[in-house]
Nanobody
Framework: QVQLVESGGGLVQPGGSLRLSCAVS????????IAWFRQAPGKEREGISC????????YYPDSMRGRFTISKDTAKNTVYLQMNSLKPEDTAVYYC????????????????WGQGTQVTVSS
């Protein structure tokens, strides 16, 4: 059974940090993409970063470079998103998603999604 489960969201003050986790299970292929997306109220879902599970290559859209870092722990089947210098505009529900190798920033490329975890940046 394919499953992605996010955790690590919460309330953080501006300038603070959070690390999100995405526990991945049920995939038999070793060459696929796990991506992090976010969606704020009234806005479209946007891509933050992605990692190729087979070789660890990471990608970021230009708008997300600098404060976000994606990584993986193969032994734990977990993908992480380290978020630093958080701003109120980072407030959103954060999702991890699985797609085939070559997937980019279009959410429709991704076949499986986690339930999402809320991140709120506020003082």
């Amino acid at each position: 059974q394919v499953q992605l489960v996010e955790s690590g969201g919460g309330l953080v003050q501006p300038g603070g940090s959070l690390r999100l986790s995405c526990a991945v299970s049920g995939f038999t292929s070793k060459y696929y993409v796990i991506a992090w997306f976010r969606q704020a109220p009234g806005k479209e879902r946007e891509g933050i970063s992605c990692i190729v599970i087979g070789d660890g290559t990471t990608y970021y859209p230009d708008s997300m470079r600098g404060r976000f870092t994606i990584s993986k722990d193969t032994a734990k089947n977990t993908v992480y998103l380290q978020m630093n210098s958080l701003k109120p505009e980072d407030t959103a529900v954060y999702y991890c998603a699985q797609g085939p190798h070559g997937s980019g920033w279009d959410p429709y490329e991704y076949h499986y999604w986690g339930q999402g975890t809320q991140v709120t940046v506020s003082s």
